[in-house]
């Protein structure tokens, strides 16, 4: 795009400044990367460079110069969002008071360690320096756990705001503030009014949205204002702001249905304040988590929010006595006031109390906050001596059992919406409890750059168009070319031999209408590519005319490591006759492949000589694996001779909300004793964090072997028939103490 090599010199204009010293201050335009380097050296203060618009590949930025307040050095698109930085693209600032406005970061990545990096050297680093209404998307490097930022602030005063950090899906916190030398300690910056826009689950640590400070220099202030962002569905890991220094603010910001918490990590003297939480009853929704002296949590709104344990609502924990500074520093002088705490499912006091983290909560105050929860309960669960938090002036929606029965009154709250959104209580008695009227949460519109609309990221099954199939000549293939992300492929009565194997690399159905069959001649029907999500719905699959070598596969990923999580759905699916030969399997996942979900219901599979569900590829004991909900239902699953699946998350990291797994009401019958199952169980869970297998009927089975690692894991084995099987084993491979596994109410019997 960039075929003209000049540049435009603009003007020269003189005016004076308002400290009265006299400034020749040049405008550029320029339109490639050696016309900015030709300039970038020698800018000076009141000098403006625009960028022309288009598409610019490869344009690493080093943008600086002494500004002064006054008269910046200002960096902006000739059109704001309309300069787009792609390949591999970044921008680094140095010097004093730097404007940068308008640039598009989109689809490429950084070579270095940041997109957007207030510094250029460890010791030439940005001050008083601002970037507005510019916006990085899906810049991912290829590499996912490359462990990178996309925004790196040091220096001190700078501003980060009105802009949007969408689609990251690597490994490395969006926004990282930095205090790892003198010069960025102390440093006042303000964030605001940004979008922080999905983060997909990483499956892995290392998915915080922002990050102020590190363990190492937590007991230095930072004094950095965050407020009036709106983090969207910001679900890369358990914290979603991990705050490590101390006296900073976090006030006015709206979380919207994001797993994970604000947690007060470490530093002293923090203050949150007026934020909104909305959990809407999504999965693992958090709200603040509280460790540390000295922290303020006052006037902040939370409805709907389902986390439990360290992701709860709202937990205080309970530190180590005389801790180390990356461990857990005891609550002393909490103020927990005036907060609104509407439909949490889980309030934790003294959280995480065991024999390292024996220091309950001291010289604290829980008082005027409203609890209301439609099950009349009040979710609060204790773990260790409460006697040093102060509870006083509390109101509980209609509970019989309160857990703490000094300073909570029990009163019948009603709830009115009110035009902020936000839900009082309409008895005007009660209005000294919960958050002020005056509340307003930021909107989502007045957040991010003007010019930028917020796209979803993930695209649904049939959201597009519907292709019509009939019986033919290499018809899938063709289909699948023609589809766009979103759309249907219908397939006409009649069988379909698939001689090609069908990339899906977009999302994509295939929907069968009666008497649809489908075999195939290559060693795998469909392969999963980076961007790509499956829907199966009312089909026949068979095995027979699959080459006859050991190790086909009816759905895998890409042998190559992916970025983008995918999505495979089965419904109404019948998978029978793989065994042409040996270690035919069903699904078997990539190396770096991770499933959002993978949902099988009402379908059959039989006769089959491989595996079902081969989710065990990261071996690295990193925290790493490959699915994050598993989801059996309603299933016939007969004559299998390996595993019905294999989970694998190994590793005592504890970032992570799942695997989750879930198999109900399916009947399983002569599934596991082949002489390849080397596990010689009918499933091994390893690592996973929630387990339902509930309401099944098992015959004729190996084991169920279920390996519990870190965290809490949460496995109910319930309501199921053994015929001919034996019972489930569940371990605890780390954990000392009592098994905590509900495996309860089976019955067995002989076949
Ligand atoms: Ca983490």
């Known amino acids: 795009m960039m075929q003209r090599k000049w540049l435009v010199y603009i003007s020269v204009f003189t005016y004076m400044g308002l400290n009265s010293s006299l400034i020749n201050a040049k405008e550029y335009l320029v339109d490639n990367p050696q016309a900015y380097m030709d300039i970038a050296g020698s800018l000076e203060a009141g000098d403006v460079v625009t960028l022309a618009d288009g598409t610019w590949t490869d344009f690493q930025i080093a943008f600086s110069g002494q500004g002064t307040e006054d008269s910046p050095i200002t960096l902006k698109a000739e059109t704001a969002g309309k300069v787009i930085l792609t390949g591999e693209s970044n921008l680094r600032l140095a010097g004093e008071y730097l404007l940068v406005s308008g640039l598009f970061f989109k689809d490429g990545y950084s070579p270095s360690n ?49 802009n949007a950090l969408v689609g990251k899906s690597t490994s490395g916190v969006t926004m990282a503030v930095k205090l790892n030398t003198l010069e960025s300690q102390e440093n006042h910056h303000r964030i605001d009014h940004n979008y922080f826009g999905q983060r997909p689950i ?63 990590r470490h530093g002293n003297g923090n203050i949150v304040q007026n934020n909104v939480f909305f959990g809407n009853g999504e999965d693992h929704t958090g709200g603040i988590r509280v460790i540390n002296g000295d922290q303020t949590i006052r006037n902040n709104y939370l409805e709907g929010v389902t986390g439990y344990r360290f992701g709860s609502g709202l937990t205080v924990m309970n530190g180590v006595p005389n801790s180390k500074i990356n461990r857990y520093h005891q609550v002393d002088n909490a103020n927990i006031t005036q907060n609104s705490l509407i439909n949490l499912d889980h309030i934790h006091f003294a959280a995480g109390s065991d024999a390292e983290r024996s220091a309950a909560p001291i010289n604290s105050r829980f008082t005027n906050n409203l609890i209301v929860h439609q099950e009349n309960k009040d979710g609060i669960s204790l773990f260790d001596d409460v006697s040093g938090i102060e509870f006083d002036g509390n109101i509980v929606h209609n509970v019989s059992d309160l857990t703490i029965d000094k300073g909570f009154a029990v009163e019948n709250v009603e709830l009115v919406r009110a035009k902020n959104g936000l839900l009082y209580p309409s008895n005007p008695e009660f209005s000294k409890t919960g958050v002020d009227k005056s509340l307003q949460p930021i909107a989502k519109q007045d957040t991010g750059p003007s010019w930028y609309n917020k796209p979803e990221l993930s695209v649904e099954f049939a959201s597009g168009k519907t292709h019509q199939v009939s019986p033919g000549n290499n018809v899938l293939y063709k289909a699948l070319q023609q589809a766009q992300s979103g759309d249907v492929i219908e397939l006409a009565k009649g069988h379909y031999v698939a001689s090609r194997t069908l990339p899906i690399d977009k999302v994509v159905s295939f929907v069968g209408k009666a008497g649809v069959s489908i075999s195939f001649e290559r060693k795998s029907l469909f392969v999963i590519e980076d961007g790509g999500s499956l829907a199966l719905k009312n089909v026949v699959i068979t095995g027979a005319d699959a080459p006859d070598s050991a190790g086909n596969t009816l759905i895998r990923n890409t042998r190559l490591p992916t970025i983008n999580n995918y999505r495979l759905v089965m419904d109404y699916v019948i998978v029978k006759d793989l065994d042409i ?5 069903v699904i078997d996942s990539g190396y770096r492949a991770l499933a959002d979900e993978i949902t099988i219901t009402n379908s059959q599979f039989s006769n089959i000589t491989g595996d079902v569900l081969r989710l065990n590829k990261e071996q690295d004991d990193l925290g790493i694996y490959n699915a994050e909900y598993v989801t059996l239902d309603r299933n016939v699953f007969q004559d299998i001779q390996g595993t019905l699946m294999n989970v694998y998350r190994g590793g005592t990291d504890e970032s992570t909300f799942g695997p989750h797994v879930t198999v109900t009401a399916n009947t399983i019958k002569n599934v596991g004793f082949g002489k390849r199952n080397k596990s010689k169980a009918l499933m091994t869970l390893h690592g996973v964090q929630v387990t339902n297998i509930l309401n099944n009927t098992f015959t004729n089975v190996p084991a169920i072997a279920i390996e519990h690692t870190v965290g809490e894991p949460q496995t109910r084995i319930q309501y199921n028939h053994f015929m001919g099987s034996v019972e489930p084993v569940v371990q605890e491979l780390f954990t000392q103490g009592p098994l905590t596994a509900v495996v309860s109410d089976n019955t067995f019997s002989a076949q």
Do not use: P
């Open 114 to 162: 940041a997109v957007i990096e207030f510094r250029q050297s460890k010791t030439q680093l940005a001050n008083h320096s601002r970037v507005t209404q510019t916006v990085v998307e899906s810049f991912n490097n290829k590499e996912k756990f490359s462990a990178g930022n996309w925004v790196a602030l040091y220096g001190r005063y700078n501003r980060f705001d009105h």
């Open 581 to 585: 030969n040996h270690s035919f399997h």
């Open 202 to 264: 990483l499956g892995s640590n290392g998915g915080e949205t922002l990050r102020i400070g590190t363990s190492h220099y937590s007991l230095s202030n930072s004094f950095t204002m965050i407020e009036n962002n709106y983090f969207d569905r910001c679900n890369g890991e358990v914290e979603i702001i991990s705050n490590k220094s101390g006296s900073n603010t976090i006030q006015n910001n709206v979380f919207f249905e994001s797993r994970g918490t604000l947690t007060l």
